[in-house]
DNA sequence: GATGAATGAGCTTTCATTCAT
DNA sequence: AATGAATGAAAGCTCATTCAT
């Protein structure tokens, strides 16, 4: 990676920390200068607007997650355990590396405005959306998962571990998120499984 | 309902409205005041803030969320029954209503530095949260629903269905959203029931 | 006193106390007219506008402090026990009344522009500088006092004292205000006597 | 000085001027930025608020009032002409260079709330008490003045100058105001003085 | 006389973006 | 590439004053 490619990226890194605690509109460009010890003019250097760091920092997150998922669509297992690796790995995500879920939840999904041009369509996303795309269609080839919707199923999924990877953050469970794997995971199967 | 009370809630209704469409930090004081042909200091008169403007439109939302799904729990009717009804209220809401829903989705989830003093824990949705609560407690005593962490539950219900209105809502549906009721509450069913 | 009379003075005490605590541009109506059990509409039948009722409280406050000062004036006694008089009257207002000394500080003193049209030249502290040019002239006509401007005489009077409520108020004399009657009352008499 | 040095006092300067004539609620950040030519937003990258501003002039004229004071300290001469040489050297200052004087009369003794926090006590204007302090104190070493309570002197000191300044604007002196030093000097004189 | 909702101009402050260096 | 001072529009909020009741 060369040198211009590599502050393109702590920038993408620092700003993407900052949008995912604080929000984009809480979030200041002189703040993420600061966290980066850059200076502000120079960040202009590398992303022409605020906007368009947001746009490319989704994008950016979306390859990590779906890079992540690649690999479970790539071993070799039951569709059952594949649910389980994956709810796993989001979940590990959500403690280890929270900010590209919470960007997800809080920026992505909520500043609408932002992403309008140039994300429509869950385009800026489509990284990670294509890979579950990959997991339900293998899912529903193989006669383990029932035919429907990818939508229904994909809806089901990701709005489900967002939903609990929020209530997590609202501190109103009552064990680690981890613990939580083995029964989420059971529900989505029940869900999407051939009956 | 006196003169103030009525104001005091087309205030709400108009913040719901600009809120929910253009999200928390695009939406001005003076925006709202123009669309209730009202002024800005008036607006003052009646919340303190916007943030608590913000605070009190959450809780208004969810009491009216809650209330349509009290009268589901009020019927006589299967589980199953239910959960089709709830999906479908849920749905029929994001298509005629869709400021309660996508206020929750844009505005209460993404923005948690607007809501840290006074709403930690779901307190300001307790009303809504509160009748799927229940609707889950009498679908386990009647042996209908799986014993399992009531979140674990109400993450896969409500994360469910506002991620699908999220993706409805970004036009990636083939169809429209009223007619993937019966698959997702077969899924939401399947998931939750007793196997 | 007839009940209108009565009103408008409860509304110069209340004013008065309130400009003397917070300042003028930090008190505003409203806070008048709750410290009062009022409504702030009705204020406005009694002063037409914040800046009249300055100018009426600072007259107001003038006729009191020189209706103290008349009462030393008429006494029989030497011009020096006169001067500790004033000394002791005017740290005892300062003491217990401090909202008039106050209000002439940091509110009259301060404000010029509030105070431009209709005060000018110190007319509207006339009740009060008037006992002073008396109390003055015939300490000069008995012989005790050495004759000079009377401003030169009215300033070292006036200005000492304030200046003394200030460190007063600032906390940084070492004991209560009245301990210092004596030493004060003698560094006037210094100043002003026939030497 | 280097630049930012020098803008940051030429703000000081600006705001001073405006301060001391319209008083600290009449005076706006805009009306600072006009005056100086330069725009609103860039006052703040100076200074982080209308009160830190304010609380910076004040040690600002502090530290030349203290300065010019110091110079008479410094002069081999008898306390009697100190004395007089303070008393000319503030009223000159009176007439050239007015806002010092009056900012301190104006703004700093009238707008408490505005000095509440880090001003308590005399603190920012310690450079201007201390030279008077060391005035004092060696007028007294010397044997020239009555040993008394340092504030006792120091306020009749202060308060007659400054009183004596307020009345010169208040446009009642017959006289400029140069010509009663002689007067004012001595009867500070006669009142600290060995008697 | 009395009320307090309503007005709207104006305040302090912020911040994305630019540009001379 | 890199800096950070500078811009200025726009935000949230306040408050003297008015006026229908």
């Not at 909520?110 to 959306?129: I, P, Q, T, Y």
């Amino acid at each position: 990676m060369d040198k211009k490619s590599k502050k393109t990226e702590s920038i993408l890194d620092a700003a993407l920390l900052l949008f995912s605690n604080n929000g984009f509109y809480s979030t200041t460009i002189p703040d993420i200068a600061k966290a980066m010890g850059m200076s502000v003019g120079n960040i202009y250097n590398y992303f022409t607007s605020k906007e368009v760091l947001a746009k490319e920092i989704i994008k950016y997150s979306s390859n990590i997650l779906g890079a992540e998922i690649r690999k479970v669509n790539e071993e070799e297992c039951s569709v059952k355990d594949k649910i389980r690796k994956i709810v796993a790995l989001y979940f590990e995500m959500a403690s280890t590396k929270p900010q590209h879920i919470n960007y997800f939840l809080r920026v992505y999904l909520a500043n609408r405005e932002v992403f309008k041009d140039g994300c429509e369509g869950m385009l800026c996303v489509s990284a990670f959306v294509t890979e579950l795309m990959i997991f339900f269609e293998e899912g529903v080839a193989c006669g383990e998962l029932r035919n429907q919707d990818f939508f229904s199923a994909f809806g089901l999924f990701m709005g489900y571990l967002g939903g609990f990877v929020f209530l997590n953050g609202e501190n109103v469970l009552d064990k680690n998120i981890n613990h939580y794997v083995d029964d989420i995971a059971l529900n989505i199967y029940n869900a999407l499984k051939q009956q």
